[in-house]
Every structure is written in C-alpha cells, then in structure tokens.
Nanobody
Framework: QVQLVESGGGLVQAGGSLRVSCAAS?????VGWFRQAPGKEREFVAA????????HYADSVKGRCAISRDNAKRTVYLQLNSLKPEDAAVYYC???????????????????WGQGTQVTVSS
C-alpha cells in the first residue's frame, strides 16, 4: 500500500503560477495528476512514467503545465503556469501499482490516490 500526499495548492491570480507536489510513502510507477472542479467530472491533467522519460498532458493544459519527478525523494511535481479561472479545482495525484512504460490518462489505471489539494484562481 502506498500513501500519497499532495501539497502546494493555494490561491493564485489569473496568469500566475503554482507548483503542486505529490509525496509518496513508497516506490511508485507511473503517476498522474487529475483535477475536479465543483459540479464537474474528474479530469486528467498530466502523467509521468516511472523513469520520468515519458509524459502525457491533457490538451487543456498543454504548453502551460510541466510534470516532473524526483524518484530519490519519491515526489512528483506539477508546475502550472499562466493559470486561468477554469484551472481552479481540487488536484489529485494518483499512482499505478503496475509497471507500464507509457503513462495513461485513464483514471482506472491508477490504484493509489491522494486526498487532493485545492487550487483557486482569482480573475
């Protein structure tokens, strides 16, 4: 069992930047970030492979977002730039329990989930 703890959320002005982190209690394979805004379905944001060599981004954040990982620290980061009000949501990280070289945007591939961190964007 792996525990995931997100941190780094907060209030930021539109156009600003924020970095959220996901710390794992143990080794993880691919890690994904998802978000859910009030009244909306949870949606995929970005994912990174176990080595960090492969990444995948949702079209809505491509070019404004960077996912990275430090396996020595067991931490995955999500850098969010040029934030828009529509980026406001609870951001969740999730980890797969099986090795795949290519990270997936499908939430069903992820076994472990964190509690989420709130990102609020003021216009």
């Amino acid at each position: 069992q792996v525990q995931l703890v997100e941190s780094g959320g907060g209030l930021v002005q539109a156009g600003g930047s924020l970095r959220v982190s996901c710390a794992a209690s143990g080794r993880t394979f691919s890690v994904g970030w998802f978000r859910q805004a009030p009244g909306k379905e949870r949606e995929f944001v970005a994912a990174i492979s176990p080595s960090g060599a492969n990444t995948h981004y949702a079209d809505s954040v491509k070019g404004r977002c960077a996912i990275s990982r430090d396996n020595a620290k067991r931490t995955v980061y999500l850098q969010l730039n040029s934030l828009k009000p529509e980026d406001a949501a609870v951001y969740y990280c999730a980890a797969e329990s099986t090795y795949y070289a290519v990270p997936s945007p499908l939430s069903t591939r992820y076994t472990y989930w964190g509690q989420g961190t709130q990102v609020t964007v003021s216009s």
